[in-house]
């Protein structure tokens, strides 16, 4: 069996994450049970939750046990299988979590899903024809519902679920904006992801700048948000918020290192009667198959491409992590994995 | 025609409305045309909403005009009458703001309601089966959408609203908690108003404080919240919403008078799932007769005996309404009119 690199992690977060709380193991794969299948991983999807899961608090799903390898999507290759389901050669995604190998209960529903990448890229399945795209698309679809001539704006606009969620906006009439850091990411997003705008928060210091920016940016206030950092970004787009307004809450990124940030005027809820909701597209499993079957062929067909940051190798994914929670990554972060030898 | 007396905003608020704010005008009612009626009114109703009126920004409403007659609910009946369809002596309902008389356009929809005083007090019309308890009802039944064994907390709880709310809660099998201000507005929430429990929050001087007193009141946690007041009370009851939680954004009474209070942590919508609407009852008349029915049912049943605090006569309205923003009121607060001395 071939050995088996993992990071563990080692101990939980105070106040900021740091490198020292990860750990990297060896160990072997163990033999396959009837069922079981063998599973290379070729690339590791890194993603904003992973960081809630490591505080041991409320949340919603449990936290990140200590010692054992971080949780986390996957995609790479069957390369022996005991499941009738599965061949070797497979490509598949699944969560192996942060190792070179998983074996899979291939039985479990959901456990493991053969991809085709004829036409769409083996990585794209961590990100725009992922779990990042069905965020996109149930935030935008089921929360926001789009018209067509309205306004949506979205955070952390470059990243994966900014891209896909711009390319989803866009094929539904809406003008599109993005919010993002710094200048190359704002270009990218209105040259190649399609927005019709993009801002660049670092430009501004208080909600109320940033609020004029807006301004400017939707001359006809804005209809729907896509909300993945909080604090004055929020702060600043609550004000610029149409009535009947709808905000789609995905993530607060700007929370998971430290202490709250309050939302300064909670009274523009029910000033500009908005809707406000907070969702975990895990829990909606019933409309994956609708949502990729769209992400796939926006992606298949040129219209949605998703810039990648690829780290290289197991051991640069603490790092690639850190840097995704300071915006660091330009698009979807992933980690690219290589062979091991084999021992044994 | 009679003198006709009027309560008109003299001037706009700097942080707290005061009585100062307010002018008492005496005018001539004008002769009727044809299609118009005259009303005198037996009620005033005061409501928090106007508080935000008074102000000359950003609202869902236009700011209330300087120098004419506070706009407002009013009970009283035809004594004139040139409309085919209205009588004199008819009991009817409007917003013929503050003041004695007010001459209606009758044809105009929605203007002027006939209300039958048979099995329902004229004044409740102001309160329980009118804007206050539709205002409830839209709440509960549209955005919180309860099911039988839910918890369902309000604030503000033995005001017009929640008096409502805790009747139409409790009849669809939910566990109902109130908040308010004292000792005996919490004994009469429980002991007339059908709540299973109710929290002072003058006995909490903190959102960590609070949160303590509705875990012990809500040991299954909180399913829906319907919100008038916002600030400290808002904080506490988000920390203890369930999964899938539904909060009603009807007012935010903390925030009128001054500077805006933060929510501290807005990122619980997110880990907790939560959907959180405001909203306006006045935008949404389609339902006010579904609504109105069941109200007008639970009062002439007398499962819903909401309180009333009566200021008497017209002068008293505008020390009525500082006291409404105070919490000094216990259940709707009207002001009773007098017949005034007919003139030339």
Redesign the interface.
């Known amino acids: 069996m071939p050995i088996n690199l993992q990071i563990h992690l080692d101990n939980r977060p105070a106040g900021e994450a740091a490198a020292s709380n990860f750990k990297l193991v060896s160990t072997e794969t163990p033999a396959l049970a009837p069922g079981q299948v063998l599973v290379r991983h070729h690339y590791l999807s890194l993603d904003p939750y992973m960081r809630g899961r490591m505080n041991d608090a409320?949340?919603?799903t449990a936290p990140q046990p200590l010692h054992e390898v971080m949780v986390g999507g996957t995609a790479g290759e069957v390369i022996e299988s005991r499941n009738d389901k599965f061949a070797v050669g497979d490509k598949v995604v699944g969560t192996g979590g942060w190792q070179h190998y998983s074996v899979v209960d291939a039985a479990v529903p959901g456990a493991l899903r053969k991809v085709d990448t004829s036409r769409i890229p083996l990585s794209a399945y961590l990100g725009a024809v992922g779990m990042p795209g069905v965020t996109a698309w149930y935030g935008l679809v089921k929360i926001i519902e789009p018209k067509a001539g309205e306004t949506m704006v979205v955070s952390a606009a470059t990243g994966a679920v900014g891209s896909a969620f711009a390319a989803l906006s866009k094929a539904r009439g809406c003008r599109t904006v993005g919010i993002a850091g710094g200048p190359d990411k704002c270009r990218y997003a209105v040259d190649e992801l399609g927005f019709d705008a993009c801002i660049d928060y670092k430009l501004h210091t208080d909600a109320a700048s940033l609020s004029r920016a807006l301004k400017l940016a939707c001359p006809d206030g804005i209809d729907g948000y896509f909300e993945n950092v909080?604090g004055m970004v929020?702060d600043a787009v609550l004000g610029r918020m149409n009535?009947f307004g709808r905000i789609a809450?995905?993530?607060?990124i700007a929370?998971y290192d430290g202490a709250?940030?309050?939302?300064?005027?909670?009274?523009l809820?029910?000033?500009?009667?908005?809707?406000?909701?907070?969702?975990?597209v895990s829990?909606h499993m019933a409309v994956w198959p609708e949502a990729l079957q769209e992400l796939g062929t926006l992606v298949a067909s040129g219209k949605l491409r998703a810039r990648e940051s690829i780290a290289q190798g197991l051991e640069a994914a603490p790092e690639a992590f850190l840097g995704l929670l300071k915006g660091r990554n330009f698009g979807k972060q992933l980690v690219k994995l290589y062979p091991q030898e084999l021992a044994s």
Chains 1, 2 share one sequence.
């Open positions: 409320k949340s919603y909080g929020l009535a809450v995905c993530g607060m929370r709250a940030l309050p939302m300064s005027d909670p009274s809820i029910l000033l500009s009667r908005l809707k406000m909701q907070g969702f975990i829990e």
